[in-house]
């Protein structure tokens, strides 16, 4: 005779029970007086594990909770072993298992889509219109002082001597600007700096500021363009400061990254796959607000009486780096990478441009391009 | 074979009844966790955590959870954990809905705040914040404890914790503002009724947990901790501008306050277990502070070394053998060849990060929790454990799903 502990579930104190192996299952019986407690299928008896258990073994009827049968007995673990052949079978799924996490798993994933794909973009547009332009005016300083550092330390100059000040170039820039306010008379005042050094490359900052960069000039200049591919770049940087782009990516990286840390939660090296993930978000946020910029300039131009048709060539020339001469093929390769960094042009860009070409006239007198092109000589 | 039966009614002899009844001894909390299978157990969970970009996690803390509370015996028998993956999974989504429109607020608005440069504002809003986030992270605190109470069973018998977080959660942050305004002298005070809440709503089946602990029990150790701290800011601020001194110092400071505050929360455990009854029965502990400071330190410092070579190698590997940036090619601009070798070095220099982080977090859980659990729980005791036979299982309501708040606010390390 052998005995065995049996947890009921109901009480704490586990009986003491004798087992007998049947034909079809195992009867647990009090070992006082032999009356019938329960009776297991051997078919749905399971073991628990439990690491170092010893010569233990401890059964259930199925899983999950319930009550506990605690063999001691050598023969009777024996005979558990040799009778319940599913005594290791993991939890099976129950039928409809999947549709917990179908439901959960597609909310999930649709509320992940319409946040990034919806909610982000027209609440980061709503939000932008609250932000007041004192405030956006200062982060603009902010930004433009910290790029002035940045291209210093490169070019090897003082901060001061990194803005160009040729007075005719910046009244050049000034009539092209009173130009594009009478062809738009929704634009406002914009403070548009040239900076001297060999990057090709145009920025839209907060607070209605715009940096142009003198390689830009030069690039035009080595392609033997009059103004308009560099004017036209001018329009697709008003077209972001106009639409408050810089702010509206604001809000968006701080919503986008705030939620890819909360999916995240502390897996070990989660800043790592939220930081990555946040530019590939960033990236396509961005791909957006260039389309809407180019088209913006397409209009400015076309309004203005501008013919584009230099700013295709322009684009050309920066993704495909003709107008280089062979010394200098480490510098194009340079101005080709930056100008991609922020305005990823595609084929379906120039093609936009390329499709209005033709129409209009040069948009600066010959005197006012070359003013502007020698805006940083001194 | 023992094909046994009793049908025939035959009395148990009492050599059979003890046979079967000797294993319970109801002074005896064993641990059989082991430290090879838990490291193993992590590593491979924190890759595929990784790898499913953080999905794994709830299948994971659920495994290594089933693992630990298994490896506790009390007389005889085993914890159980009986929380699903799913559980979590769902706790988790709800903790996001609420957590996503906040934490995005909350950047938005102090974005303004840093550049607008209204400080005295910004300070007011990260105030009004901080004390928003403090409750919800006690909030979650006590939803996680109640969520593990309530899938954890011995002997088939549930425990339960009952009352309301919300008022845990609001008391707690009172007492934070009397711990602030004491100048940290009200925190024995603080611990001690977070302590004796928790363990007063506590339940094993019918049968509930009490503690009569309070903070002047603790106080007496917590004022050495107190001066130690006040001294050390003290001496390091008086030594400051003396070079090598200073950082040695600094250093030694930092390590003995640390100490002496794990030997501080380790006698705040003594005390508070010392002064818990479950039923009518006392429950005490004694164990060697020792082996967990030995612990503490050789985790530390494991995770650190490991966490420093992967990441040296990496480093080294990536500067050297890879790419080589300088300030005279980014005038110049970066070649279509150093972008590619640069993505190239980024390709494995990244996952080295991650795989040293990995790591070392393995090596920290498999060194410290274990010593932990293998000091302090043998040396539990229930002193009348008799008073145990009569509990009966628990009809109280359980939560439909896990710790969600816990799970995004990082409460917790499993």
Not at chain 1, 207 to 228: E, M, S, T, W
Not at chain 1, 301 to 315: H, I, Q, R, S
């Amino acid at each position: 005779m052998s005995f065995a502990r049996y947890q009921d579930g109901e009480r704490l104190e586990p009986h003491i029970v004798s087992v007998v192996w049947s034909h079809h299952g195992l009867s647990i019986q009090t070992a006082q007086s032999g009356s019938l407690l329960t009776f297991w299928p051997y078919a749905d008896i399971r073991e628990i594990s439990a690491p170092g258990g010893g010569e233990e073994l401890r059964l259930s009827l199925g899983h999950g909770q319930g009550p506990r049968l605690i063999l001691s007995n050598p023969s009777d673990c024996i005979e558990a072993r040799r009778r319940c052949s599913e005594l290791k079978e993991k939890q099976g799924l129950e039928p409809g298992w999947w549709k917990g996490y179908a439901v959960w798993g597609s909310g999930a994933i649709l509320s992940v889509v319409i946040i990034f794909q919806l909610i982000i973009p027209t609440l980061s547009t709503q939000l932008v219109v609250f932000i007041p332009m004192s405030w956006e005016q200062k982060l603009g300083s902010q930004v433009e002082e910290s790029i002035l550092y940045g291209l210093s330390k490169i070019e090897d100059k003082d901060e001061a001597s990194m803005i160009c000040k040729g007075t005719e170039g910046q009244q050049a820039l000034e009539r092209l600007i009173a130009q594009f306010k009478s062809a738009d008379p929704d634009l406002d005042q914009y403070q548009i700096k040239v900076i001297d050094t060999d990057m090709a490359n145009a920025f839209a900052l907060p607070g209605k500021r715009i940096l142009i960069l003198r390689g830009l000039l030069d690039k035009a200049v080595k392609l033997k363009q009059g103004p308009n591919g560099v004017v036209g770049v001018l329009a697709h940087e008003i077209g972001h400061v106009k639409e408050r782009h810089a702010m509206v990516n604001l809000i968006q990286q701080t919503a986008s990254s705030a939620i890819l840390g909360l999916v995240l939660g502390d897996v070990t090296g989660g800043a790592i796959i939220v930081g990555s993930g946040e530019m590939a978000l960033n990236a396509a946020y961005s791909r957006d607000k260039e389309r809407a910029a180019d088209t913006y300039a397409l209009e400015l131009m076309n309004k203005a009486a501008f013919d584009p048709t230099e700013l295709a060539e322009l684009l050309d020339a920066l993704t495909n780096g003709e107008g280089s001469d062979e010394n200098n093929e480490d510098q194009l390769h340079g101005e080709t990478t930056a100008w991609f960094s922020s305005h990823p042009a595609t084929l379906e860009r120039s093609k936009l441009i390329e499709a209005q070409s033709g129409i209009g006239t040069d948009a600066m007198r010959t005197s006012e391009w070359k003013s502007l092109t020698a805006i940083c000589d001194r | 074979m023992a094909i046994t039966s009793t049908m025939d009614g035959a009395a148990l002899s009492s050599e059979d009844a003890n046979s079967a009844n000797d294993q319970p001894d109801y002074s005896q909390f064993k641990v059989h966790v082991k430290r090879k299978t838990l490291f193993w157990m992590l590593l491979k969970y924190g890759f595929l955590s990784i790898i499913t970009l953080g999905i794994y996690r709830f299948w994971a803390k659920t495994k290594i959870r089933c693992y630990l509370w298994s490896s506790v015996e009390f007389s005889g028998d085993r914890f159980e954990y009986h929380g699903t993956a799913k559980e979590l999974f769902i706790g988790f989504l709800i903790a996001f809905v609420v957590l996503v429109p906040l934490s995005t607020v909350n950047n938005a608005i102090t974005n303004m705040l840093v550049v607008d440069g209204s400080e005295a504002l910004l300070g007011v809003y990260t105030a009004a914040f901080s004390l928003t986030m403090l409750v919800l992270f006690q909030f979650a605190i006590y939803r996680m404890r109640r969520y593990q109470l309530t899938r954890t069973s011995w002997r088939s018998i549930r425990f339960n914790l009952t009352g309301s977080s919300f008022r845990f959660a609001r008391i707690s942050t009172q007492w934070l503002f009397v711990v602030l305004f004491t100048g940290g002298l009200a925190y024995p005070a603080y611990l001690a009724w977070q302590n004796r809440t928790m363990i007063n709503n506590a339940q094993i089946g019918n049968a509930s947990f009490r503690s009569n602990i309070s903070g002047s029990l603790l106080f007496k150790r917590f004022i050495g901790l107190y001066a130690l701290i006040v001294g050390s800011v003290i001496l390091v601020a008086l030594t400051q501008n003396m070079g090598l001194v200073s950082s040695f110092i600094s250093f030694f400071c930092i390590v003995s306050t640390l100490i002496a505050f794990i030997l501080f929360r380790l006698s705040v455990v003594k005390t508070t277990v010392n002064s818990m009854m479950v039923s009518s029965s006392n429950i005490s502990v004694s164990f060697s502070n020792r082996p967990i400071i030995i612990s503490w330190l050789l985790s530390i410092l494991s995770s650190l070394i490991i966490y420093t070579v992967i990441f040296s190698a990496a480093l080294g590997l990536f500067l050297s053998a890879n790419y080589q940036l300088n300030l005279e090619q980014l005038t110049d601009g970066i070649s279509q060849e150093d972008l590619v070798s640069l993505a190239v070095g980024l390709g494995y220099f990244i996952p080295a990060l991650i795989l040293a982080a990995l790591l070392a977090r393995t090596v920290y859980l498999t060194l410290l929790p274990v010593t932990l659990m293998r000091t302090i729980i043998p040396g539990l005791k229930i002193e009348s454990p008799e008073e145990l036979k009569e509990i009966v299982q628990n009809s109280g309501e359980v939560p439909t799903h896990g710790e969600g708040f816990a799970d995004a606010l990082d409460v917790g390390a499993f």
